[in-house]
């Protein structure tokens, strides 16, 4: 039981600090300094530690011993490889959710996408971010394929993906025509195609991908 509970308490930590990296409060190549971190979730250093060390196998930050932990972005090519990725699993998590037929997932989609275009309306680009997030989360668990909701999670991670969608919202029209490639992929759902589900995702995540590759050169790595 014992264990249980300090496992427990290791993997919210973990997320805790993994919600920083991802959420932008500390932006790529800021130090994320062990001390603060500790006096921030009330812990030791150890489990710190232990928890940077996992954020570095999964590509979200780099440990450079005597200087310190720096929250790494992703370079130009795992971006395209990692997008190359998120095409084929989410075209797969929209073939197997139209094939499912109506869902309690559907039914999110729809306020999804009511939500996403009230937003476009108000040029909410924080809010349509979130929506974002869900939209394609909630492709993904609609699936009912747990492995790859697993791969798919750590793909996201590695991804950083919400600092991504930040960014690209804010090119011009990229807002609306996200909404359209979202309401293709709905209908395509709603009409059980599975293969017409997988092709509209396909493209909008390969959309999304140029508009993430447009960004100016000094801010993606070779």
Do not use: C
Not at 83 to 100: C, D, I, M, N, V
Not at 124 to 135: G, K, N, P, Q, T
């Amino acid at each position: 039981m014992v264990l249980s509970v300090e496992a427990d308490e290791r993997k919210g930590l973990l997320e805790k600090i993994r919600g920083l990296v991802l959420g932008g409060d500390f932006p790529p190549g800021a130090v994320l300094p062990e001390a603060f971190l500790a006096q921030e979730f009330d812990v030791s250093r150890t489990p710190v530690r232990e928890a940077l060390k996992q954020l570095q196998n999964e590509g979200l930050v780099e440990i450079r011993p005597k200087v310190g932990t720096f929250v790494r972005e992703p370079t130009h090519r795992e971006i395209i490889e990692l997008f190359q990725l998120k095409e084929s699993l989410e075209g797969l998590a929209a073939s197997l959710l139209a094939r499912r037929g109506e869902t309690p997932e559907l039914s999110a989609l729809r306020r999804n996408l009511e939500d996403s275009e009230a937003a476009v309306l108000t040029n909410d680009s924080e809010a349509y971010a979130r929506l974002v997030h869900e939209f394609h989360w909630t492709i993904v668990r609609g699936s009912d394929n747990l492995k790859l909701a697993e791969h798919y999670e750590r793909l996201m991670n590695q991804l950083a993906y919400q600092r991504l969608v930040l960014r690209t919202i804010e090119h011009p029209g990229r807002i609306a025509a996200s909404t359209r490639e979202h309401r293709a992929v709905l209908e395509m759902i709603e009409h059980k195609d599975p293969f017409g589900a997988e092709t509209a995702m396909r493209n909008h995540v390969h959309a999304s991908s140029r508009e993430a590759l447009t960004e100016p050169a000094q801010s993606l790595r070779n």
